[in-house]
């Protein structure tokens, strides 16, 4: 229900069932899919002479969730256009279900054993069909691990280089730069030979290791820690010189970097990636800025598809005064969307931004505890005015709430919609992962989801997509071996490899491959295993269902085996088949398990 409301995206087998249980005839409802821009061979990515009229709409905040009226008239009268709007106490009571289920006994065990059944089910497909699957894979002419499509569905842009490419860079602008104004220090404006005069500072001298942007054993459980680490030399001017979009050379050099990373993407070919750029909330003008510096710098790659990522951090901006309260910052995030969306002639950077934007991330720290339990007793956001921080759920509640009344809108103007795709169950509490089941189209990390087997049950029953980093978690908050990815991934769970910081994480020009590399060595993965979490991170990801089709088949859609072209994607039929089947007769158990009358 909740996917569908925001066009978000919910696999057809289960829906099917979910449809046999309440006794409703199953229709595919290909209308309610999400939208994604998709250019024409030879088309110019940052046209704007082809956006829609304006409306002349007014949009107004209120409890949290921006509405829309024809006018300030039918604001006043309290007359909002016909669009879906949310409703808290459906969406509490639905949470609470949830809540009692996990927590029921006999749930816990029934769960746990069916997931023990999977894991063992799937070793005896091994043992029966490894050599088969091999067999398969070796007749496949022209496709191996190496040249099947893999997207790296999740990784920050500010750290999309690995440490050595920055390095160079920055060695690089300095040979090329070094007279160029780049700094305003106080009311002076520093060249780059004097930005690192002043830092004590010689590029010629700097090493990888003086670098220091690479985590390790210090940075574990310690995400300060972690976050130091984006200030090359511990010096927070470069992160803002290179790093930054805002800055006095109006972020030259990291649209340059990004490129460079977009362009060894294309030349790898069969890799794409999925950055994150960061809205923090802090001021309404931040989007017309971002959308300013892509256009501007025209930071397009045909391998990369852009992503937002919202930090969870209003309660370090409510402390320095930056915020009057919480409904502030969520009108800062949404509300110069929905003037674009409604106006794009008068927003015409950002409407062309907009374009190739596919999503929403909300980040942070997971393991910090807010104390705050969501609540129908929970102030509202234009009443959250103390500097305590909201917790998670309510984070993920309010930005699911605008997101499925922008979609609406969008979708009615012809415009591309976007997902909701947040970092859960890296740490903190379970209920991290019971919302973003019930609001996210697909998550990031989900280590803890080991903790719960109904959670991690359902999660398998949708097929939610899962993107996960051992190594980032390794040097965070789980060691290698101790990461679930295997367990998951022969339950039958959707899950891929991304990187998430190559700049943090990674050594080589390839971080995704260098994923899977030690994914596969660590975890003992045959090439069917690697080729089908690949064949996952496509699924995953937010590539326009023109390329979808072009590399995974004309039926993509469709879960069953039919639906996966073994020549595009070197997954076995045998593993495909056998997938499907006993994801059909686990569904099948429930739907025919909750017909049956108590």
């Keep these: ?262 362009s060894d993407l294309e030349e790898a070919k069969y890799q794409y990636a999925e950055p994150r750029l960061s809205i923090y909330g802090r001021s309404p003008d931040e989007w017309p800025k971002l959308a300013s510096w892509f256009n501007k710098h025209r930071v397009y790659s045909p391998n990369m598809r852009w992503m937002i990522q919202v930090p969870r951090i209003y309660d370090v901006f409510r402390s320095r005064n930056f915020l009057p309260h919480f409904g502030k910052m969520l009108e800062n995030i949404f509300v110069p969307v929905f003037q674009a969306t409604i106006n794009p002639q008068d927003n015409k950077e950002l409407s062309v931004f907009l374009r190739h934007i596919t999503g929403f991330d909300s980040v942070d720290d997971e393991s910090k505890h807010s104390g705050h339990m969501f609540s129908s007793k929970s102030p509202k956001p234009e009443e959250w005015s103390h500097e305590k921080n909201p917790s998670y759920t309510y984070y993920l509640y309010y930005m699911y709430a605008n997101i499925m009344v922008l979609n609406h809108l969008r979708r009615e103007r012809g415009m591309n919609t976007f997902l909701l795709r947040p970092h859960s169950g890296e740490a903190g509490a379970i209920t991290h992962l019971l919302v973003a089941f019930m609001t996210s189209d697909n998550i990031s990390h989900g280590l803890n989801l080991k903790k719960t087997p109904v959670l991690q049950y359902l999660y398998y029953l949708a097929q939610i997509p899962i993107a996960m980093s051992p190594l980032s978690n390794n040097s965070l908050f789980l060691q290698y071996a101790k990461n679930p990815l295997l367990d998951f991934h022969q339950k039958g769970l959707m899950v891929s490899l991304s990187t998430d910081d190559p700049m943090q994480f990674h050594y080589t020009k390839e971080p995704l491959m260098e994923e899977y590399a030690i994914a596969a060595q660590v975890f003992k993965l045959s090439t069917c295993d690697m080729c089908e979490i690949a064949r996952n991170s496509v699924l995953q990801c937010s590539m326009p269902h023109e390329e979808k089709l072009r590399i995974l088949g004309e039926h993509y859609r469709e879960e069953g085996p039919q639906g996966n072209d073994i020549r595009k994607t070197n997954v076995a039929q045998i593993r495909m088949a056998y997938r499907y089947e006993t994801w059909c007769y686990e569904l099948n158990l429930i739907a025919e398990g909750l017909k049956t009358p108590e």
């Design 1 to 262: 229900m909740y996917m569908q409301h925001s066009f978000q995206r919910f696999p057809r087998t289960p829906s099917q069932f979910l449809r046999t249980i309440e006794n409703e005839a199953w229709k595919p409802n290909e209308d309610l899919w999400p939208v994604f821009t998709s250019l024409k061979d030879g088309e110019d990515p940052f046209r704007s002479d082809n956006l829609p009229e304006n409306l002349g709409y007014h949009v107004e905040m209120k409890d949290g969730v921006v509405y829309v009226y024809a006018d300030k008239a039918a604001a006043a009268r309290g007359e909002p256009k016909d669009l879906p709007y949310p409703n808290l106490e459906v969406f509490l009571d639905d949470m609470n279900f949830l809540l009692a289920l996990i927590a029921q006994g006999p749930v816990k065990t029934y769960t746990h054993r069916r997931l023990r059944f999977l894991s063992s089910k799937f070793n005896v497909h091994e043992m029966l069909n490894e050599m088969e699957e091999l067999k398969e894979l070796k007749s496949n002419p022209h496709r191996d691990f190496y040249n099947c499509r893999k997207v790296d569905t999740h990784i920050h842009a500010a750290a999309c280089m690995n440490q050595k490419h920055l390095l160079r860079f920055i060695k690089k602008s300095y040979r090329v730069d070094a007279d160029r104004v780049v700094h305003k220090s106080k009311d002076k404006m520093l060249t780059l030979k004097q930005l690192f005069e002043q830092l004590s500072l010689h590029p010629y001298d700097l090493t990888v290791d003086s670098l220091d942007v690479h985590a390790g054993r210090q940075t574990f459980q310690r995400f300060d820690t972690f976050n130091a680490k984006y200030n090359p030399v511990g010096a927070s001017e470069l992160r803002d010189l290179y790093l930054k979009t805002e800055n006095a050379i109006d972020g030259d050099y990291f649209a340059t970097i990004i490129k460079e990373v977009g």
